[in-house]
């Protein structure tokens, strides 16, 4: 059984007015659906394909953002940071093994950069200066994490996270971690897809419904309406 399950008796009254909250631009650093400045530093396109791995809180939530960005072709739901034995979430949502819940996206670098998808993640897909948590979820493994796949990566999400503080965009310093050299794997097929399938679900409806739709609102120009949704045996790979 899933423990991001809510009773309907408590949440009912709270559905609309926290999605209604969410929808609002604002500055607060609990609210993560304002617009940050792009990074200064970004990568220059090469390859026809390449690779993120970012984390923000449960896995849900981030993938439902990045699967309806234009110019992502997939993002699938897993975990980085700790071990392959341990990549499971049974085991990772004790908080012991150092993994935590991240999502793998595979995009154009001729459509969208690098520094772009990091724009979009610390403006709405979570609140990058909460420490070890994301809302009603807390623990290290759902810390706001950045996974380089590359040196360049690592370069310029450390910039940007530098240019981030030093121009106080946020009330409270950016907390999110750059941790290179970590393996990505695969989460078990129930968790791909989930904020599509599950719609309604109360916790996708008050924590991460909201983030798709400040997507919608703040960048109008990456906002594909028809998410790009994975295979259970493509997340395998």
């Known amino acids: 059984m899933l423990k991001r399950t809510l009773s309907w008796s408590v949440v009912a009254a709270l559905v609309v007015a926290a999605g209604v909250a969410r929808l609002t631009t604002t500055s607060s650093a609990a609210e993560p659906t304002q ?3 792009p990074p200064a530093t ?3 396109a090469s390859a026809s394909s390449e690779t ?3 984390a923000g809180g449960c896995f849900w939530g981030v993938q439902g953002v990045f699967q309806h960005v234009d110019g992502v072709t997939a993002a699938v739901s897993g975990y980085a940071g700790g071990a392959a034995d341990t990549a499971h979430y049974d085991m990772t949502s004790t908080g ?3 993994h935590a819940e991240s999502v793998k996206i595979t995009y154009d670098p001729h459509r969208i950069s690098y520094g772009r998808l990091l724009q979009i993640y610390f403006s709405v897909a979570h609140d990058p200066t909460e420490l070890n948590r994301q809302g009603p979820d807390s623990g290290t493994q759902y810390r706001s994490a950045i996974f380089p796949q590359n040196p ?4 310029i999400a450390t910039a940007y996270i530098a240019q981030l503080n030093q121009a ?4 409270a310093a950016v907390v999110t971690s750059v941790e290179p050299d970590k393996q990505f794997y695969p989460a078990e097929a129930y968790h791909q897809n989930y904020l599509t399938l599950h ?3 109360p916790y996708i409806a008050i924590n991460d419904l909201p983030k798709v739709s400040a997507l919608e609102q703040l960048f109008p120009d990456r906002y594909r309406q028809s998410p790009v949704l994975v295979e259970t ?5």
Do not use: H, I
Not at 152 to 155: G, V
Not at 168 to 171: E, T, Y
Not at 233 to 237: P, R, S, T, W
């Open 199 to 201: 719609p309604n679900q």
């Open 152 to 155: 360049d990566q690592a370069r």
């Open 168 to 171: 106080k965009v946020f009330p």
């Open 35 to 37: 617009m940050v400045p």
């Open 233 to 237: 045996a493509q997340a395998a790979k």
């Open 42 to 44: 970004d990568e220059k």
């Open 52 to 54: 993120a791995v970012l």
């Open 96 to 98: 012991s093994t150092g």
